[in-house]
């Protein structure tokens, strides 16, 4: 299976607590997206990273949030001190920039749970 | 500042008839929009796209139409199947669609 993977699925961790996620994007792709979507609403863009440089961050992505994409292949988001409101899926998405629209693939997402 | 809006969060028809899902944007630069759909468990997956020097793109059983003067776009499935049945997101962008914005997203059940 070649398309977005992310890692783990499913996260329960207790408020105040640091949580990592991974994202491996498509091999090709050298654009990499988080995306943060709670119940009832659609994804919210969180950051983007061309190849290993992260070039744009949204005012959501708070001073606890950071995003890497050391080598410009995965990517790991961590949540420092967690929050109950940081419960949500945190879905990544990846896509190739050869065009200048290019449709976004996106993984299954990790769900935070902060009890 | 909610910039893409699906007004109605869900929409149940009957196998073989057509589904309408619409789709209302606000600000006027977006020049891409594009459709997802969602099965539980799974992240969105692209269905198609309409760029806006079009008013209406196909593509099998799908057709998007936008409608600039209106800032509305609507997806079309016809005719529906009940495989169809998932969460369809609208979601727009600008120049260089780093930053998407997307609905809130329709629930479609299509019963058989």
């Known amino acids: 299976d070649t398309g977005v993977s992310q890692d783990p699925r499913h996260k329960i961790t207790k408020r105040g607590q640091n949580v990592t996620f991974r994202c491996d994007p498509i091999?090709?792709?050298?654009?990499l997206y988080w995306y943060r979507q709670t119940l009832g609403q659609g994804p919210e863009f969180l950051t983007y990273f061309q190849n290993e440089a992260q070039l744009e961050k949204s005012r959501l992505l708070s001073d606890r949030f950071s995003a890497e994409r050391p080598k410009g292949s995965f990517s790991t988001l961590e949540i420092q001190r967690t929050e109950q409101g940081d419960s949500a899926m945190y879905l990544c998405a990846s896509s190739s920039g050869r065009a200048r629209h290019n449709e976004q693939f996106f993984g299954p997402g990790t769900r935070l749970t902060v009890l | 500042d909610q910039q893409v809006k699906q007004n109605s969060p869900s929409l149940s028809v009957q196998e073989g008839r057509i589904s309408i899902l619409n789709c209302d944007y606000t600000?006027?630069?977006?020049?891409?929009f594009l459709w997802y759909k969602k099965y539980p468990a799974e992240g969105p997956t692209f269905l198609i796209s309409i760029s806006s020097i079009k008013d209406k793109n196909e593509d099998g059983r799908f057709t998007v139409f936008l409608n600039k003067s209106a800032k509305h776009l609507s997806l079309h499935i016809v005719p529906s199947q009940p495989g169809d049945s998932a969460v369809y997101f609208c979601a727009a962008s600008l120049y260089n669609n780093n930053d998407m914005r997307f609905g809130a997203g329709t629930r479609l059940t299509v019963k058989p």
């Open positions: 091999s090709e792709h050298n654009r």
């Open positions: 600000n006027s630069m977006f020049d891409y």
